[in-house]
C-alpha cells in the first residue's frame, strides 16, 4: 500500500497472515516524511510518522523476551497492523 502527496510518500509492505487473518507488518518505507520518535518506557517506544498525505502511529517495544510492533493508521478507524510477535523469546533479552 503507498500514499503519495505533495512530493512526499509512506508506503507499508506486509508479508504474510498473523493467526488472527491479519497481515503481518514487513516494513515501513517513507520519502520526505516527518518522523517523531519517542521512548514511552524503558522497553516500549512510540513513533510517529506523517507524509504521502497519511499520519501513522507506530508502538514497538519488548515484553517477555518477545518483541511486538503496531502500527495504526490515525485517519481511518480500526485500521491496524502487527508485526513480529515471535514464538519464542529474542537471545539473550529477559524481561
Known amino acids: 500500500m503507498t500514499w503519495e502527496n505533495n512530493g512526499s510518500s ?3 509492505r506486509t508479508q504474510g ?8 507488518l514487513d516494513e515501513i518505507v517513507a520519502s520526505c516524511a516527518a518522523v517523531h520518535l519517542e521512548q514511552m518506557s524503558h522497553d ?10 497519511k499520519h501513522f502511529h507506530l508502538n514497538f517495544g519488548v515484553h517477555d523476551g518477545r ?5 495504526s493508521d490515525q485517519g481511518e478507524e480500526n485500521t491496524e497492523w502487527e508485526g ?3 514464538e519464542r523469546p529474542l537471545p539473550g533479552v529477559e524481561d
Open 17 to 24: 497472515e498473523l493467526a488472527d487473518g491479519k497481515p503481518a
Open 67 to 71: 518483541l511486538w510492533v503496531r502500527l
Open 10 to 12: 509512506i508506503e507499508i
Open 44 to 53: 516500549h517506544w512510540w513513533m510517529g510518522i506523517e507524509g504521502g498525505g
Open 84 to 86: 513480529d510477535n515471535r
